[in-house]
């Protein structure tokens, strides 16, 4: 049965605190009743960030300098020890692995959505459809995704190798080739976001004023001065959040690797997040102390992104 | 004018050709989830089914117990998205309409808490919660839902929509004896549904969707969610496509109806989504 308990009810105090009485003098600073509810209605949020955010922050730093056993009970402080053993050829290609993989998934995703929604400009009767079509992929899970690409990889009775054997050309190991296995991955993850992208940038193209490109038009613009000169320069905001987003996204994806190659073949496809699952909790594996060293240094990479949002790059914006 | 409609043409050609590779995915999840053994398990694989193969359908349910994750994972992303809604009604509130010491420094920790990625805190968030004993058994719905009961980004779309209401209204309701309580359930609430909506389909269709956490969590059959389930669907029938497909088409339905009924609330939400 849900528990029906978490969703903590209001009791009857944030009632009497919210009473007029408390409330009608104003100017009185630091009166308890407004100040009192705001808490009580902060409190709620509050538990359950520090305790399944800040608290579990402080805790991977800790486990991140402590040795653990097999069972993986933090045992004794072992200094910069997990981050040293990073230090290593096999570790570097797994971040070698994620930069591969966030560059391949990011970058066709967003220009193959930007260069539909230019297309979806022309004016052409049945854009509206044409976009929803375009935006499915979105309601798609990265599980549901990744099962029907493992369907279609299927080295022996799968279509991606029935459409190479009609066409002449060899079988491929989509999953199981060390060199092919990535790229592989990349293309579904490509496909699982490629919906989102058309989604913000149509709400970009929509939010263009008619009258720019009207003018543009009237001045004798063609379809491509009018993308290249007005459109693409008026959709930079959305464009820099999704390339910000996605490369969010793609070095925190799991589903598709644990579903399509379990971090294989040959560690081909073991990313950080993959990385740090190995270590934590495949296989039995309880090393906890080696994975929340690398959970620090995504947690690191991903401050860096957030950092290069607010600072450098989005001065360069265009923004209305 | 000749110009122009050859023109035209082309664009549809292009666009035809691009939809190929964005469709074929999905036309194959359900085309697929009613192609037999015949169309599916051969040499090379058939695109359009020679037969509907409806027993897929039933068959999945004989392979997995696919109703009882349909409803684990109703409960789970039901209890969250419901749970999300309410807290970040309540902190919005208190952002966006009253008068708090370290009000500022507050919502720097909530937006904060946007910047700190789930892979990166999910071990001690594991060992807190099956220490806790909340990975076996009943109170694993417990465990699913406990690190998910309150959202940055509700709170943060729901405060931006709150700071629309002209503060007249709170000073008005407040002097007219309605008190914060029923300002913010009678006017505010009501008034700000379809900011709601938004968040509420985001928080269920990311609930629904949540992939690492269920897998890692989750000992017993009986509490694994649909997610779960279509994974191991495919790791167990690998050699049966059209059972896979089927059990993948099923579980798609809940999110494709949020997604076509709720699509004003999801572009409503999208720039908000810089923040998840």
Redesign the interface.
Known sequence: MPPRTVSAPPDDRVLATGSPRSTVRRRQPARFGETGLGWLLLLPSVAVFALFVFWPLGRTLYLSVHGNDIFGASSVYVGAEHYRDMLSAEFGKVLATTALFTLFSVVPAILGALFVVLLLEARIRGVRVLRTAFALPFAFSVATASVIFAVIYNPAIGVANGLLGSLGFDRVNWLTDPSIALPAVSVATVWMNFGYNILVLSAGVAAISPEVVEAARLDGATGWQLASRITVPLLSPQLFFLVVVSTIHALQSFGQIHILTKGGPDQATTTLVYSIYEKAFAFGSSDFGAASAQAVVLLVIMLACTAVQFGILERRVHYR | MKKFRL??AV??V??GL??I???F??Y??FV?AVMGPGD??????A?VPSELHWQNVTDVFRSVPLGRFYANSA?QA??IT??QI???I??A???AF????A?AA?FG??LA?L??????????????ISGWGLARG?VT??GL????????FG?FLLRQAFLQFPSELR?AA??D??????LLWRVIVPLSKPSIAAVGVYVFLSA??Q??WP??LIRDTEYQTL??G??Q??DAE?AQ?GL??A??AL??LP??A???FG?RY??RG??A??L?
């Open positions: 023109g035209q664009v549809y292009v666009l691009a939809a590779p964005v469709l995915p999905v194959y999840g697929g599916l398990a051969t040499y090379p694989p695109l409960v039901g209890v419901v749970a309410v807290t970040s309540l902190a509130y208190a952002f009253l008068r708090l010491p009000k507050t920790l909530f808490t910047m700190v990625p789930w892979e990166a805190i999910i071990i001690p968030n594991y060992l807190a009943g719905y417990l839902v406990l690190p998910f009961l309150a959202s940055a709170t000073d407040v002097i004896g309605c008190g914060h309580w029923r629904w969707n992939y690492f897998l890692i997610q779960i279509i994974s669907l495919n690998a496509p896979v497909l059990g993948v579980s798609l999110t494709l949020v997604v076509i699509q999801i572009v999208l720039t989504g810089a998840r």
